[in-house]
């Protein structure tokens, strides 16, 4: 094996050296996406190959084939930015195209997604295809990725293949899988799931502006009596959203370490 050297790393976009060769040389970096990546259990940072800032871990599972559709592997705080993604995905069988339904860019007519990822690129705006690698195959940083299929919209991952990183596919293995098919079908559950109680939540929203717009016209009105006036105070006090209600009582509540969840036994 060749001797281990820091990469070399060049001025511009992250992604300009997406087509690099993987270094062999590692540098703590961005806390992994899945539970159990992270140096030390209460750790902010994960190894990361300096090239690619690919998790070292992740790297390894993808070498392997392990492809991964399990959200409960990822991290607690990830699982519902992972819903929300393939919430905008048509999924459908693993042999058909999986097209994003998402935002579309109308300048550049190509598929967005919005997450600001520090650490690992200065971008706002993400192709919905490498953040479905970061779903599946694992945290493989800002590698490239090319379908098997030629469809820019599919987000499918068995369609997906990592580049420069040494993955191993295996079609047939992945169609006859049973775990795959159980964890599929898990998404799309969880998937239902999280539309629901998205619909819940806005009308909530709703519901609670329409109160605040009647509060806010029996406030102003000058015509309004002062009994209502004091009604409508005391009944926000006692909802907990009044104004003066707004601090945090105990800030250094905020200050507790996050669990990484590093006694988890998933192999990925």
Request: proline share 3%.
């Amino acid at each position: 094996m060749a001797e281990a050297k820091p990469n070399k790393k060049v001025g511009g976009h992250t992604y300009g050296r997406r087509n690099l060769q993987l270094s062999n040389t590692a540098e703590e970096g961005e806390l992994c996406l899945y539970a159990g990546h992270s140096i030390g259990r209460f750790s902010s940072h994960s190894m990361r190959f300096d090239s690619h800032q690919a998790c070292v871990r992740c790297v390894a599972a993808a070498r392997e084939g392990r492809l991964s559709l399990d959200i409960n592997r990822l991290l607690k705080r990830e699982r519902k930015r992972a819903l929300k993604f393939w919430s905008q995905v048509d999924i459908r069988n693993p042999d058909e195209c999986w097209n994003w339904e998402g935002c579309i860019n109308k300048r550049t007519d190509q598929p967005q997604f919005s997450w600001r990822r520090h650490g690992i690129s200065s971008s706002t705006q993400h192709h919905p295809q490498r953040v479905a690698m970061w779903f599946s195959w694992g945290d493989l940083g800002f590698a490239g990725v090319k379908t098997t299929c030629g469809n820019k919209y599919c987000c499918n991952p068995f369609h997906l293949i990592p580049q420069n990183i040494g993955v191993f596919v295996d079609d047939d293995s992945y169609a006859d899988s049973f775990e795959l098919q159980c964890q599929l079908h898990t998404l799309k559950q969880q998937i239902a799931e999280y539309n629901v109680e998205l619909a819940i939540e806005q009308q909530a929203k709703m519901i609670d502006q329409q109160e605040l717009d009647e509060r806010s016209n029996l406030t102003f009105a000058p015509d309004s009596h002062f009994a209502d006036r004091i009604d409508a105070v005391i009944g926000d006090m006692l909802a907990g959203r009044h104004s003066s209600q707004s601090n945090i009582i105990n800030p250094d509540s905020l200050k507790n370490p996050t669990d990484n969840e590093e006694n988890s036994t998933d192999d990925y």
